[in-house]
């Protein structure tokens, strides 16, 4: 998946450090990140001494071994050779460290912009020296990072998987049942919720499977399977959905993309790999 690193973790604590030449630095204008597409496609992101800036980013992580830091200017970074590519069509599994240092980038730039005043009284807010954390400096409001909980859900049928297509998305591949956990929600609940307003289905037994945090949209995925509980008969939500329907452990329509936690949980199943009933 996108966050599983050959070499050098994801290393998120923060650190209270200017940028040097060498750091990477992410340019983020209007849903767009500034980079570089090489002959080869290899995706390349841009240091300070490439934008010739001497300062201002602000570090946000170090991935595989390179600092990353975030432009803060409202103007708009140039680089020589370089352009800005909207952030929510990068998941290019040849440059997928890179893709996902944006998507983690772009959560936290969004998090940043999001909290420049307080949402309690509308001053300005300050970083906190030692944490990621914005304080207001007149009523004393702490804002965290926020990171909203969302399932992915394979209702499974004896040896069939439920797939479906989302209804007036770009997005137009076979993907799993997803959803929001709703504020006062266990995340069980929200898998039971939202099978049920997707597809009409009840469902029983579920497995956890993995997590995978998906910054583009602010969210840490979790993946569950569970079995179809009595009629499987589906009845879409048709603002959600455009199609759903069963399909068989041996045919299934997609391949793993080596990206999403949606595709890898595809193939799971379609190795009978899936975690099974005790
Ligand atoms: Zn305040």
């Known amino acids: 998946m996108l966050q599983d690193m050959a070499v050098g973790r994801l290393e998120n604590e923060f650190r209270n450090i200017a940028a040097r030449a060498e750091d990477i630095i992410l340019c983020f204008h209007d849903g767009q990140v500034l980079l570089r597409r090489d002959a080869d496609d290899a ?3 841009p240091t300070l001494s490439q934008l010739g800036a001497t300062e201002a980013p602000r570090y946000v992580f170090r991935l595989q071994e390179k600092n990353y830091f975030l432009w803060t200017d409202r103007e708009p970074a140039a680089c020589q050779g370089f352009v800005y590519e909207p952030v929510r069509q990068l998941r290019q599994l040849q440059s997928k460290e890179i893709c996902f240092g944006i998507m983690t980038g772009w959560h936290l730039f969004n998090w940043y912009r999001n909290n420049r005043l307080c949402g309690g009284c509308g001053a300005e807010t300050v970083h906190d020296e030692k944490e990621r954390m914005l ?11 926020r990171i909203s909980p969302a399932v992915i859900v394979a209702v499974t049928n004896g040896d069939k998987l439920l797939l479906s297509k989302y209804a007036g998305r770009a997005y137009t591949r076979y993907a799993l049942l ?72 041996d045919a299934l329509p997609t391949q793993d993309d080596g990206i999403s936690l949606t595709r890898e949980m595809i193939r799971t199943f379609g190795e ?3 975690p099974k009933n005790l």
């Open 43 to 45: 995706l390349t992101l």
């Open 135 to 145: 304080r207001c400096p007149v009523c004393g409001n702490m804002i965290f990072p």
């Open 178 to 249: 997803a959803g929001y956990t709703e504020i006062g929600e266990t995340i069980e609940q929200t898998v039971h919720r939202e099978v049920m307003e997707e597809v009409g289905l009840k469902v029983k037994n579920l497995r956890y499977y993995k997590s995978q945090p998906w910054g583009v949209d602010g969210n840490v995925l979790m993946g569950f399977y569970c079995d179809v509980d009595g009629s499987d008969s589906i009845r879409i939500d048709e603002n959600e959905l455009s199609m759903a329907d069963w399909f068989p452990r």
């Open 272 to 274: 009978g790999k899936e």
